[in-house]
């Protein structure tokens, strides 16, 4: 079972996860909705790295002081996780508005042995938000959406911009407890 981890607070408190609500113009759900977290190891299954919240903020040096805070969580087993990994991932989503993946066929009239122009160039690697149905997803059932390999996504999804998963649905959340909790709750002989 995955195991993830959301920075800022030290506990779980259900008042942190508000059911997804869709935001206008936006490739991410309505501020105070959702609930984001990173997992917590930095390899996937496959062995590539996982670039998260903490390694971001390191990086960005955003908010560095809020990594002292942090606890883990799961998902249920029943939970539907919507894994996005490549940008062809986003195609069949729900939208808010119409969108279509730019690739390199929009380079395609340029004559054999010529370079595209500034503009064409310009054009093709333009921001091209993707602006995702949450609640849509939300109500086809899914719980929560996964990105991997944030960096393919930046002129898509933007401003997401580490790999995390994002839960639409609070109710599958389940806090880790950490180690000395559990010594706590231990029988005294």
Known sequence: ??????????????????????????????????F??????TTYENGRISYGW????????????KLKRSFRFRLSDSAKILLIEKPEDLVPLPKLAPWMLKDMSALKDIPAGEFPTMEQL???YSPNPCYPDFEQLLAD?????????SHLFSRYLVTWDYDCILVLNPDVI????????????????
């Open 54 to 65: 903490k390694e971001w903020c390191r990086d960005t040096k955003y908010r560095v002081e």
């Open 141 to 149: 059932g899914v719980d929560a959406v996964e990105l991997q390999n």
């Open 1 to 34: 079972m995955i195991t993830y981890i959301h920075y800022g607070a030290e506990v779980y408190n259900s008042s942190l996860a508000v059911p997804v609500r869709n935001a206008e113009k936006s490739s991410k759900p309505a501020d105070g909705t959702g």
């Open 122 to 124: 310009r054009e093709f």
């Open 174 to 189: 389940i806090p880790v407890m950490k180690d000395m909790d559990h010594a706590l709750m231990k029988p005294v002989k």
């Open 36 to 41: 984001w977290g990173s997992r917590e190891s």
